[in-house]
């Protein structure tokens, strides 16, 4: 009941100004962010990898409407992806990519300054000896984000894509995507969409994001399974076993501070498991959607405001 108001609250400028008074260091947001420098990031990054897991980092920021502020993300992309070469990080460490962070949604040449700001952050990663990941916005997006993906992969193969198994339209793309050497991230999708283009009823997105975990362990793609939830877990590892799957051939993905335990536990168990990891300055956003996706997390956040 709680989920759409708080994402359309993500998009309010006057909370988001009132919210980021708030510290990163305050318990709701730290649980989510590990803070908001690139050392923040390279350490939790170490810990991670040091407890067996592996990371996709993502540095915060979306729908940019200043081309100065794309650059200083792409900036800010290539001083994380060098700390992570120069620290011996980058073989178990990637990054995440939202193209309107980039530039995205920029007037008339929003596509075109994305494609170069991407391919910039894809170079650098290749130097690195890692890989870019494009995460998925909302439906509006969908699109614009797949050609740039088509249009990157022909120089970076090893770009990963994300789809969100809540649009209708998933299925499909995930048959598009589930060629040799195609990274897909599946999620279920965190945006608030409209019944034209997307499943409202959570059963109807679990269903579809079985359909789609079926096509891409079937395929011949890298499927890349982000989810907490321990049924989609547990029909991921169904699945690799009957298409004969090897660990490694897949792998788990799931949010910094969401079920550590259950991380651990499947990396434990010799699953290849990324943490998604969070960082900067701009967590508004993403913080409105981890707690509508969990809407008893509120009680804390208010707390975490009033005591300020
Ligand atoms: P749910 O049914 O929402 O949750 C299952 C269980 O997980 C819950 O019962 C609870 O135990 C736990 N859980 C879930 N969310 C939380 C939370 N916030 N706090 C505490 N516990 C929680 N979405 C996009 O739209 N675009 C992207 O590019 C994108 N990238 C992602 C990358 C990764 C690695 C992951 C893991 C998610 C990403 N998402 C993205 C978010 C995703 O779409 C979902 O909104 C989110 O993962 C919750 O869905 P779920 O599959 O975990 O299932």
Same mark, same amino acid.
């Not at 170490?46 to 592996?54: A, P």
């Not at 011996?88 to 460490?93: E, Q, T, V």
């Not at 995460?135 to 993906?149: A, C, K, Q, V």
């Not at 995507?177 to 945006?191: F, M, P, T």
């Given at each position: 009941?709680?989920?759409?108001?708080? =994402?359309?609250?993500?998009?309010?400028?006057?909370?988001?100004?009132?919210?980021?008074?708030?510290?990163?260091?305050?318990?709701?947001?730290?649980?989510?962010?590990?803070?908001?420098?690139?050392?923040?990031?390279?350490?939790?990054?170490?810990?991670?990898?040091?407890?067996? $897991?592996?990371?996709?980092?993502?540095?915060?920021?979306?729908?940019?409407?200043?081309?100065?502020?794309?650059?200083?993300?792409?900036?800010?992309?290539?001083?994380?992806?060098?700390?992570?070469?120069?620290?011996?990080?980058?073989? /178990?460490?990637?990054?995440?990519?939202?193209?309107?962070?980039?530039?995205?949604? =920029?007037?008339?040449?929003?596509?075109?300054?994305? %494609?170069? /700001?991407? +391919?910039?952050?894809?170079?650098?990663? +290749? /130097?690195?000896?890692?890989?870019?990941?494009?995460?998925?916005?909302?439906?509006?997006?969908?699109?614009?984000?797949?050609?740039?993906?088509?249009?990157?992969?022909?120089?970076?193969?090893?770009?990963?894509?994300?789809?969100?198994?809540? $649009?209708?339209?998933?299925?499909?793309?995930?048959?598009?995507?589930? @060629?040799?050497?195609?990274?897909? +991230?599946?999620?279920?999708?965190?945006?608030?969409?409209?019944?034209?283009?997307?499943?409202?009823?959570?059963?109807?997105?679990?269903?579809?994001?079985?359909?789609?975990?079926?096509?891409?362990?079937?395929?011949?793609?890298?499927?890349? %399974?982000?989810?907490?939830?321990?049924?989609?877990?547990? %029909?991921?590892?169904?699945?690799?076993?009957?298409?004969? +799957?090897?660990?490694?051939?897949?792998?788990?993905?799931? $949010? @910094?501070? %969401?079920?550590?335990?259950?991380?651990?536990?499947?990396?434990?168990?010799?699953?290849?498991?990324?943490?998604?990891?969070?960082?900067?300055?701009?967590?508004?956003?993403?913080?409105?959607?981890?707690?509508?996706?969990?809407?008893?997390? $509120?009680?804390?956040?208010?707390?975490?405001?009033?005591?300020?």
């Amino acid at each position: 009941m709680l989920r759409q108001p708080l =994402l359309m609250l993500s998009r309010s400028d006057k909370v988001k100004n009132f919210v980021t008074a708030m510290p990163v260091s305050s318990g709701i947001v730290s649980r989510y962010v590990p803070g908001e420098a690139t050392q923040d990031a390279v350490e939790a990054t170490r810990e991670l990898i040091e407890s067996g $897991l592996h990371v996709t980092l993502d540095f915060l920021g979306e729908d940019t409407l200043d081309r100065e502020q794309a650059d200083a993300t792409v900036a800010a992309y290539l001083d994380v992806l060098s700390a992570l070469a120069d620290q011996g990080l980058a073989r /178990n460490a990637e990054v995440s990519v939202k193209l309107s962070a980039v530039g995205q949604s =920029l007037a008339d040449v929003g596509e075109k300054v994305a %494609i170069e /700001n991407a +391919r910039t952050i894809c170079h650098a990663a +290749r /130097n690195a000896g890692t890989t870019v990941t494009l995460d998925m916005e909302d439906h509006t997006t969908t699109d614009s984000t797949l050609g740039i993906l088509r249009e990157l992969r022909k120089d970076f193969p090893e770009t990963g894509a994300v789809l969100q198994a809540y $649009l209708r339209r998933t299925e499909a793309d995930c048959r598009d995507l589930a @060629y040799e050497g195609s990274r897909v +991230r599946l999620c279920k999708g965190a945006y608030n969409e409209p019944e034209s283009v997307a499943f409202q009823d959570k059963h109807d997105v679990d269903k579809s994001y079985v359909r789609c975990l079926k096509v891409l362990m079937g395929g011949a793609g890298y499927p890349m %399974i982000a989810s907490h939830d321990p049924r989609m877990v547990d %029909i991921a590892g169904a699945l690799a076993t009957r298409n004969g +799957r090897a660990q490694g051939s897949y792998e788990y993905q799931m $949010l @910094y501070g %969401i079920r550590p335990d259950e991380q651990k536990r499947l990396a434990d168990a010799g699953e290849k498991v990324r943490v998604y990891v969070p960082y900067g300055q701009e967590w508004y956003g993403y913080l409105m959607r981890r707690l509508a996706e969990r809407p008893s997390n $509120l009680t804390f956040f208010v707390h975490s405001l009033v005591s300020k």
